[in-house]
């Protein structure tokens, strides 16, 4: 069973980076046939797509996120990571690591979610 | 505004059957490309429910299912119970490596 876990801080200052670590357990993060995902929930509201990686490197954005956005992954550690720079209060969200399948492209498994909250 | 436009809340009686639908454009579903819904519990991460518009994952009762035509998709929920009561989210390819979700539906079992 494969397992998702966001990891990092909980508040974060304005103006300043946030970054979170999602470690994948259960299964490998290079076994092809996955992307991994970065996902948001502001709160009350909907899903919003951030992004996502291949184990090779290989990534893709949110074209309203892009330019604050870098994913990245570390196969040793089998994890997979996010910063969003220049945040604001509107990126006051819970934040989700998901695995994507490929070629269908549905995110069979979800982490339980870490909220950021952007305050000074 | 999302791209895929859902109902913001639906609601049914225990045992009766209810529709979500998930209204895009050509350049997502329309465009030929997956619809796959998604539930969320209260207070809990979004759940994988139908994938590649109407298949369900091991698990999922068969009282849910999907379809899809043209540029809209549907979520059925039939014999409704007292643990459907959650949201649900519908998203799409939408070309240019990106993924879009629906608002969001809000169901209420009465």
């Known amino acids: 069973q494969v397992q998702l876990q966001e990891s990092g801080p909980g508040l974060v200052k304005p103006s300043q980076t946030l970054s979170l670590t999602c470690t994948v357990s259960?299964?490998?993060?290079?076994?092809?046939?996955?992307?991994w995902s970065w996902i948001r929930q502001h709160p009350g509201k909907g899903l919003e797509w951030i992004g996502y990686i291949y184990y090779s490197g290989s990534t893709y954005y949110n074209p309203s996120l892009k330019s604050r956005v870098t994913i990245s992954v570390d196969t040793s550690k089998n994890q997979f990571s996010l910063k969003l720079s220049s945040v604001t209060a509107a990126d006051t969200a819970v934040y989700y690591c998901?695995?994507?399948?490929?070629?269908?492209?549905?995110?069979?498994?979800w982490g339980q979610g870490t909220l950021v909250t952007v305050s000074s | 505004q999302s791209v895929l436009t859902q109902p913001p809340s639906v609601s049914g009686a225990p045992g009766q059957r209810v529709t979500i639908s998930c209204t895009g454009s050509?350049?997502?579903?329309?465009?030929?490309?997956?619809v796959h819904w998604y539930q969320q519990l209260p207070g809990t991460a979004p759940k994988l429910l139908i994938y590649g518009n109407t298949n369900r994952p091991s698990g999922v009762p068969d009282r849910f299912s999907g379809s899809k035509s043209g540029t809209s998709a549907s979520l059925a929920i039939t014999g409704l119970q007292a643990e459907d009561e959650a949201d649900y989210y519908c998203?799409?390819?939408?070309?240019?490596?990106?993924?879009?979700f629906g608002g969001g539906t809000k169901l209420t079992v009465l």
């Open positions: 998203s799409s390819y939408a070309g240019s490596y990106s993924w879009v």
């Open positions: 259960g299964g490998s993060i290079i076994s092809g046939g996955y992307y």
């Open positions: 050509r350049s997502n579903i329309g465009a030929g490309y997956d």
């Open positions: 998901a695995r994507e399948v490929l070629p269908a492209s549905n995110l069979d498994y």
